[in-house]
């Protein structure tokens, strides 16, 4: 089926590992995003790629490494988790820039718990 | 003052009845507004999106849009107990059209 594939779904890491959250579209978009979400937090951006070959911060992006690999792929990496990580990661992508229009197709999510 | 600003609920709405979910936003140049809904574990999924003052329509969803006011709604008319779920609403800022901030959402409930 075409969409968003986020791997893992869940993970547990101990402080201080590290480890890198994969995501890949298949619906040809440009645009590719990173948020988490808390309990009453709501979705806050991590990090962003508008097109292939660029990577920008959102909101929240200490602790955070991503990586563009090609126009499907999108990966984020932690260097060094703590327990603040604790949370759902999202992947999304869309096809231009929301400020234009498009809307986002969200992955299923990634269940991360750092102990 | 919050970017997107949401009342988190819950709200309570008897099945066949209209449910209404507000969303201020802070940041007049944005021209572009959306509404996810979001089951209990699991991921947002667009339903609406608006991007002009008045209203939209589509199916059982209406979304209005005041820009004057720095508003925008959602409407569920003859609301079922699928519908019960978190509405997010997301707005672009107009600096980084990018950056999609998304507000913590309305818990919405149906009550048979």
């Known amino acids: 089926n075409a969409g968003v594939t986020q791997t893992p779904k869940f993970q547990v890491l101990k402080t201080g590992q590290s480890m890198t959250l994969q995501c890949a579209q298949d619906m040809n978009h440009n645009s590719m995003y990173w948020y988490r979400q808390d309990p009453g937090m709501g979705l806050r951006l991590i990090y962003y790629?508008?097109?292939?070959?660029?990577?920008d911060k959102g909101e929240v992006p200490n602790g955070y490494n991503v990586s563009r690999l090609n126009k499907r792929e999108f990966s984020l990496r932690l260097e060094s988790a703590a327990p603040s990580q604790t949370s759902v990661y999202f992947c999304?992508?869309?096809?231009?820039?929301?400020?234009?229009?498009?809307?986002?197709?969200f992955g299923s999510g990634t269940r991360l718990t750092v102990v | 003052q919050k970017e997107v600003e949401q009342n988190s609920g819950p709200l309570s709405v008897p099945e066949g009845a209209i449910a209404s979910l507000n969303c201020t936003y802070s940041d007049r140049g944005s021209q572009s507004f959306f509404w996810y809904r979001q089951y209990s574990g699991k991921s947002p999924e667009l339903i609406m999106s608006?991007?002009?003052?008045g209203d939209k329509e589509d199916g059982r969803f209406t979304a209005q849009l005041n820009k004057a006011s720095q508003y925008v709604s959602l409407l569920i008319r003859d609301s079922q107990p699928s519908d019960s779920a978190t509405y997010l609403c997301a707005v672009p800022r107009y600096s980084s059209a990018s950056k999609i901030i998304f507000g913590s959402g309305t818990r919405l409930s149906i009550r048979p």
């Open positions: 608006i991007y002009s003052n």
């Open positions: 999304a992508s869309s096809e231009g820039s929301g400020g234009y229009g498009y809307g986002y197709t």
């Open positions: 790629s508008a097109s292939e070959g660029t990577t």
